[in-house]
C-alpha cells in the first residue's frame, strides 16, 4: 500500500484553469442515487402496478374519473332555453345598451358604438356570418370567435342569463338603423339574415 499523496492538480489546461480531480462529495453522490432509486420506484408504482401501494389511483384511473366528473359538471348545468324571445321593453335595452357601451365586456370596440362594424362586423345590416336568431347570437356571445379575436362574452367577464338576453336584445332594436360608414358586408361570408 502506498502512502504517495493523490495528484488531485490534472495536467491539462485550458485557459489558464487547470481542473482538481476531486471525488463528488457523498452527500451528493447519496442525494444522486436517491433520485435514481425513488424514479424507478414512482415508475413502477403509478405505470406499472394496477393498484398503485402509494395514492389512490394509476394515473389513467385518475384521468376516467377527472372526465367522468367533467361530464357531471356538464349535466348539472342548466339548459339553455330554446327559443329565445328578444326583449323589447325599454328597461331591458337601456341594460343592453349599457352592457354593449360599458367598459367591461367592450363590445363597443370591434363593432362600434352604432354597431356600424369597425374590427368586427356591421350589427345593424341584414347580411350575418353566424346566425342572426336569438338562440344563435346568444350562443356566438357565450362562446365567442377567439380565432378572429372575439373572446367569449366580449372580454370573458361572464355575462348573466338576463344580461346576455338583454345584449342580443338591444343589438337586434339596432338592425336597419343605418350608421354612417358601416363596414362592408363580405359577401363569400355574410348570407342575408331573415327576421
Keep these: 500500500m502506498s502512502d504517495k499523496p493523490r495528484n488531485e492538480l490534472l ?47 394509476t394515473l389513467v384511473e385518475e384521468y376516467q374519473e ?10 348539472g348545468r ?12 325599454p328597461a331591458s335595452l337601456a341594460a343592453g345598451e349599457a352592457i354593449f357601451l360599458g367598459q367591461t365586456n367592450l363590445c363597443h370596440t370591434c363593432h362600434r358604438a352604432d354597431l356600424g362594424g369597425l374590427v368586427g362586423p356591421n350589427l345593424t345590416d341584414d347580411l350575418w356570418r353566424h346566425g342572426c336568431s336569438v338562440d344563435q347570437m346568444v350562443q356566438n356571445v357565450t362562446t365567442g370567435f377567439p380565432e378572429k379575436g372575439m373572446l367569449p362574452f366580449g372580454s370573458t367577464q361572464r355575462l348573466t342569463d338576463e344580461q346576455l338576453l338583454q345584449v342580443v336584445s338591444f343589438v337586434i332594436s ?20 331573415s327576421r
Design 66 to 75: 377527472d372526465v367522468a366528473d367533467a361530464a357531471k359538471l356538464a349535466a
Design 174 to 193: 339596432k338592425r336597419g338603423s343605418n350608421p354612417p360608414n358601416p363596414k362592408a358586408a363580405d359577401p363569400q361570408l355574410d348570407v342575408p339574415c
Design 11 to 57: 495536467a491539462h489546461e485550458i485557459d489558464g484553469i487547470r481542473e482538481f480531480d476531486n471525488a463528488l462529495p457523498r452527500w451528493w453522490l447519496y442525494g444522486f442515487y436517491f433520485t435514481i432509486l425513488f424514479s424507478a420506484a414512482y415508475f413502477v408504482n403509478f405505470h406499472v402496478l394496477s393498484t398503485p401501494l402509494v395514492g389512490k389511483h
Design 78 to 89: 342548466p339548459k339553455a332555453a330554446a327559443h329565445k324571445t328578444a326583449l323589447t321593453d
